[in-house]
């Protein structure tokens, strides 16, 4: 499946019995275009995961607007980056965005989960099984995964910034094939600081996509900044 399809939908969200009208008011309004058969299983993920949020804190964004507009919006960049038969890794993974997303839209990826927070990584398993799907998840920090495993890609939004993930990461270049990042406007200023504490050196860093942050219908935040996706890698040698 070429990594843009998921995109395309077959008929309009919108007209589908199954899905919330809240959940498909807010893809209409961000303009995400999405599969129906996708769609229902997105919105089975996000109240899956708020029932659990009411045990143990996982997300803030408990609404259809946020879920789409903060939490959708970064996993369909993100989806549209990786490759068929890629091996995944989702570092830091909280509530398991972007990796349980991707697996939803990217059958045909390998996905697994990487959560440090023991009670977190237990309650992404339970999600996961109540989905039915065929993600792995390790209770274990991403280095200490690498110590053993390789992936093709490893995906992060939250787990820190660019020079704090780049020094986790330094030792374990070789379990990597690269890094995609997903940050907001402040990503600036964190690449100026991994370049003095020196831990980019030998790194090839580039912006893979750029998308607009903030609220489409609410004027107050259409200078919210910019969202973007960072490609981490080792340089080619010459």
């Not at 996000?46 to 659990?52: D, S």
């Not at 408990?62 to 091996?87: H, N, P, Y």
């Not at 406007?185 to 580039?206: F, M, Y």
Request: overall charge negative.
């Amino acid at each position: 499946m070429p990594a843009s399809t998921f995109r395309i939908a077959e008929s309009p969200v919108i007209n589908s019995r199954m899905i919330d009208p809240e959940f498909a008011e807010a893809l209409e309004k961000y303009g995400l275009e999405v599969d129906p058969g996708i769609a229902e299983a997105l919105q089975t993920y996000a109240q899956v995961m708020w029932r659990h949020n009411e045990q143990i804190n996982l997300t803030r964004h408990t609404t259809w607007d946020l879920f789409v507009g903060r939490d959708l919006r970064d996993c369909l960049q993100i989806a549209s980056l990786i490759e068929a038969d890629e091996e995944v890794l989702d570092l830091g993974s909280g509530n398991g965005i972007p990796g349980i997303p991707l697996a939803i839209m990217r059958d045909d990826v390998d996905i697994a989960l990487a959560e440090s927070v023991g009670k977190r990584a237990k309650v992404l398993d339970e999600i996961i099984a109540e989905l039915g799907l065929p993600i792995a998840v390790y209770a274990a920090r991403g280095e200490d995964i690498l110590d053993d495993f390789r992936f093709s890609t490893i995906v992060s939004r939250a787990a820190g910034s660019i020079h704090k993930v780049a020094k986790w990461l330094q030792p374990h270049w070789a379990s990597i094939g690269r890094v995609l990042l997903i940050k907001g406007p402040k990503w600036v200023s964190e690449r100026g600081e991994a370049r003095h504490q020196g831990t980019i050196k030998g790194l090839d860093l580039r912006v893979v996509a750029r998308y607009p942050l903030g609220k489409p219908d609410d004027e107050s935040e259409q200078d919210a900044g910019e969202g973007v996706v960072l490609q981490l890698s080792p340089e080619l040698e010459a």
